[in-house]
């Protein structure tokens, strides 16, 4: 049951609601006298505020408030007398409603010009979407040495070819691919063959625990072959494959011997090859201590590392197909 004080706030509300009611019914019945000075008067005889005069809102309902609109020097005023900012005049998007902010545009050496007079940023050509929206942007694509072109005519990084991963979008990188076998105790992952190591030790244990198996610990070239191999193992393909986390993998860095270089770290593979620092594979980090590289989980293609490296992991070890 409400006491007087609930009452009395109930009481404002119903009075504050109706007072607001009366000034919205005020402001948009039809009326046959005129509008004040702070207002315009729509062909249908609303009122409503000047300044949603030409504002590209159908305040009136009737439309008379868009109508036989001057843009100022800071509009471009479309072909359906529409004003919108002039920055919005040949950007690529149907601001105007009409396309007449597309029409006869020149586009900048940052931008692409498409069949439909359209100028879109020139990145958007040849990336597999049509972004002119009559798909001019996709004809006559040529990708270079370093990508592989699809069928749709995308470009992609030639190392995608065949990786098991629909970087297409119509599977075309992934048609005619000859997968070889595994040796024993490894398992297809994409163009790899991996192995999880299921007893944790040292980075160092676990070095000689891969060569133990005619392999060595997992080595990877970019962020995309740590995510495809992270997605693939995170819905359990192959079947068989059980790796638990964090895991080392085949990264380490060691003080720089040389004279000039004493003050930064050596980063290297298992394999050999020099991972520059800093990498978009490689957290940042500016400790000068010999570190070794790890995936601390299914979700994160950053390689995290520590100057523990006597820390107890699992491992991923890797070798070559048959």
């Known amino acids: 049951m409400m006491d007087i004080s609930d009452r009395q706030w109930l009481l404002s509300l119903l009075l504050f609601a109706a007072a607001m009611s009366s000034v919205t019914a005020a402001a948009l019945t039809p009326t046959s006298g005129t509008c004040d000075s702070s207002q315009f008067q729509c062909d249908n005889k609303r009122c409503i505020r000047a300044s949603y005069k030409c504002d590209d809102d159908n305040d009136c309902g009737d439309g008379s408030d868009e109508r036989n609109c001057t843009c100022d020097s800071s509009q471009f005023q479309c072909d359906n007398k529409r004003c919108i900012p002039a920055r919005y005049k040949c950007d690529g998007d149907n ?24 100028c879109i940023p020139a990145r958007y050509r040849c990336d597999g979407n049509n972004g002119c929206g009559d798909g001019s942007d996709e004809y006559n694509c040529t990708c270079d040495s370093s990508q592989f072109q699809c069928n749709n005519k995308r470009c992609i990084p030639a190392s995608y070819k065949c990786d098991g991963d629909n970087d297409c979008g119509d599977m075309s990188d992934e048609f005619n691919c000859m997968h070889d076998s595994c040796p024993r105790n490894y398992s297809r992952v994409g163009r790899k063959c991996l192995h999880g190591v299921a007893v944790a030790r040292s980075w160092q244990d676990a070095v000689v625990e891969c060569r133990s198996l005619t392999g060595h610990l997992a080595t990877f070239d970019s962020v995309h072959e740590i995510t495809f191999v992270l997605r693939r193992l995170a819905t359990h393909e192959p079947s068989s494959f059980n790796l638990t986390f964090p895991v080392w993998i085949g990264i380490s860095a060691s003080r720089n011997i040389s004279v000039s270089d004493r003050h930064t770290l050596h980063w290297q593979w298992v394999s050999g090859k020099i991972e520059p620092y800093p990498s978009p594979l490689l957290e940042s980090f500016h400790e000068l201590r010999e570190r070794c590289g790890y995936l601390a989980s299914a979700t994160s293609a950053i390689i995290s590392h520590t100057r523990h490296c006597a820390e107890l992991k699992h491992a991923l070890c890797e070798t070559a197909p048959l």
Do not use: A, I, P, V
């Open 95 to 118: 601001d105007c409603g009409d396309m007449s902010d597309e029409q006869n545009c020149t586009c900048d050496s940052s931008r692409f010009r498409c069949n439909n007079k359209r």
